[in-house]
């Protein structure tokens, strides 16, 4: 299966691989790192190509409890928009 969301920039080279899932609370640390397992050959191979590659792994508990990598993929974004604002 392909990523949920793969964004890609290829004026500047650059792609992002968002991968969200919804796991039980008490599996998020291994819903990340599955998702990191299966992604990791793809982003490696990336700059191979000439492509930088940004993957975050964004998982949201069921019961609603968001994991420390939404915490960086958010920041990320927000960094982004606000940088496109200010031009």
């Known amino acids: 299966l392909p990523p949920d969301i793969t964004i890609i920039n ?6 992002t691989i968002i ?3 919804i796991p039980f609370e008490s599996n998020i ?6 998702k ?3 992604y990791s050959t793809l982003v490696a191979g ?5 492509y930088d590659c940004t993957f975050f792994s964004v998982e949201i508990g069921s019961r609603g409890i968001a994991a420390h990598g939404t915490g960086k993929f958010t920041r990320s974004i927000c960094k982004s ?7």
Do not use: C, D, H
Not at 10 to 15: C, D, L, S, T
Not at 46 to 50: I, N, R, T
Not at 81 to 87: G, L, V
């Open 10 to 15: 290829r004026a500047m080279k650059k792609i």
């Open 19 to 21: 991968e969200l899932t």
């Open 81 to 87: 928009s606000y940088r496109a604002t200010k031009k």
């Open 29 to 34: 640390f291994n819903a990340q790192e599955r």
């Open 46 to 50: 990336l700059p191979a190509v000439g």
């Open 36 to 38: 990191a397992e299966k």
